[in-house]
Every structure is written in structure tokens, then in C-alpha cells.
């Protein structure tokens, strides 16, 4: 199976089991149905003259065209709450499709009348990924959202965090100003009697008086303000 595609097999429902049910975007399912009998077309691949190959060949589209009729009547899709109005009915081998579809060229439009998808491994694959696709792009929208969601908390986070260290700030400075004005009083008023009892020899040991501080706290940007 694709990257990225959900399925389950053998789902039971009302109106039978398909092999494998295949899970789209949006809570939607897909029934898949791989019992298209083969006995006939492997019987015409062996038979020995144009006869009974061609007798073999009749038998395998009138299967195949059996199929469709009962896959139709069976309605897998009605047993699903979301699911597109058709089955897909998987035939493993591609050249036998096509040998069905010679014998009766009717086939195919009666099948997509039928609501049943004749897919063989190349177009289910081609499905498939377009499935995986739509997974992928699911993915990236519910991310979208997801990393705005994420940034609309963090911005709310973020804001009051900001005006606390701003109120932090102003804080700081108003503790640096209250000391620089500690420092001048010292200045002004103190230092000149500890100068003078230095000069009288009172003390031996030289004073190391306190600095100002001349640096402020820095601002956070006007945008985060």
C-alpha cells in the first residue's frame, strides 16, 4: 500500500464483506472487492486451438460481467456512513481486462452504470496515490493549523512575559538611579571628612569608596514593548 493510505480488510457490513475498504480524507471509505473470477481466462491462456480459446475468452468476460452485476446489486457503499457511490472491483491481471472488455465492449459503461470501478494493479496504484495525496494535503492543512494555534498561545505567553521584564527594567534603573544619588550624598557629604581624618593619620587602611554605576538597562525592541 501507499505511503500515507489508511485501509482495513474485510469490513462486515449489511449487505456483505468487501476485501479491503480504503479510508479517504474527510471520514470517507472506499470498498474494494478482489474476487473477479480468473478460472476462464487462465483455461483460454492453455487452451491448444482458436476455438476453445475463444470459447474460454466468452466465458471470462461473461464472469467478469457477472461480477460487476452482483457487486452492483450488492451495493457495499449504502453499509458505509461516507463513501462514494461506487465499488472498485480489483482484477489482478491487466491483459485480462482488456481481453474482457474485446469480447464485450459493452462492459465497461455498463460497470460504471453499476456504480463498480474495473481497476487492474497499475490504475488501483494510480488511485492510490492520488489517496496518499489527499492524505498529504490533509496533513499540511491540519499542520497549518496546528503551528498557528501554536503561535497564537505562545504570542499570548510571550506578551506578558515582555511587560514583566520591561517592569523588571524600569525597576533596575530606578534601583541604579537610587544608588548613583546614594553615591553623590556619599560624595558630597561623607568623603570630604574621611579625606581629612585620612590626612590626620586616624586610619592606616585606605578606603575603597563605592562607584556609580554608569550603565543603564537596555530597552526591548519597540515591537515587543
Known amino acids: 500500500m501507499e505511503r500515507y493510505v489508511a485501509f482495513e480488510e474485510q469490513v462486515s457490513g449489511g449487505s456483505g464483506r468487501p476485501d479491503m475498504v480504503v479510508y479517504l480524507p474527510g ?13 476462464a481466462y487462465w483455461n483460454a491462456a492453455e487452451a491448444g486451438d482458436d476455438a476453445t480459446y475463444k470459447s ?3 466465458a471470462h468476460a461473461q464472469a467478469v460481467r457477472g461480477r ?3 457487486l452492483g446489486q450488492k451495493a457495499y457503499w449504502s453499509q458505509f456512513e461516507k463513501a462514494p457511490e461506487f ?15 474485446e469480447e464485450e465492449p459493452s ?27 489527499g492524505w498529504q494535503q490533509q496533513a499540511v492543512s491540519e499542520n497549518a493549523r496546528q503551528i498557528a494555534a501554536e503561535g497564537k498561545e505562545l504570542y499570548q505567553r510571550i506578551t506578558p512575559f ?7 527594567r524600569r525597576h533596575i534603573d530606578q534601583t541604579v538611579e537610587s544608588y548613583n544619588q546614594s553615591i553623590g550624598s556619599l560624595e558630597r557629604r561623607i568623603l570630604p571628612s574621611v579625606n581629612r581624618l585620612q590626612e590626620l593619620d586616624v586610619g592606616d587602611d585606605e578606603l575603597d569608596a563605592p562607584q556609580p554605576i554608569d550603565q543603564r ?9
Do not use: C
Not at 31 to 39: E, G, L, R, S
Not at 162 to 168: A, E, G, M, V
Not at 219 to 225: A, G, H, K
Open 107 to 133: 462492459l465497461l459503461d455498463d460497470a460504471l452504470q453499476s456504480k463498480v470501478l474495473i481497476t487492474t494493479p497499475v490504475t488501483l496504484l494510480a488511485f492510490l496515490k492520488a489517496v496518499a495525496y
Open 162 to 168: 515582555f511587560r514583566h521584564l520591561n517592569n523588571l
Open 27 to 39: 471520514g470517507g471509505v472506499l470498498p474494494v472487492d478482489a474476487k473477479t473470477p480468473m478460472t
Open 217 to 225: 538597562t537596555r530597552s526591548l525592541p519597540e515591537t515587543l514593548d
Open 68 to 70: 460487476v452485476r452482483e
Open 87 to 101: 465499488v472498485v472491483m480489483f482484477v489482478p491481471v491487466e491483459a485480462s481486462v482488456a481481453a474482457a472488455f
Open 56 to 58: 474460454y475468452m466468452r
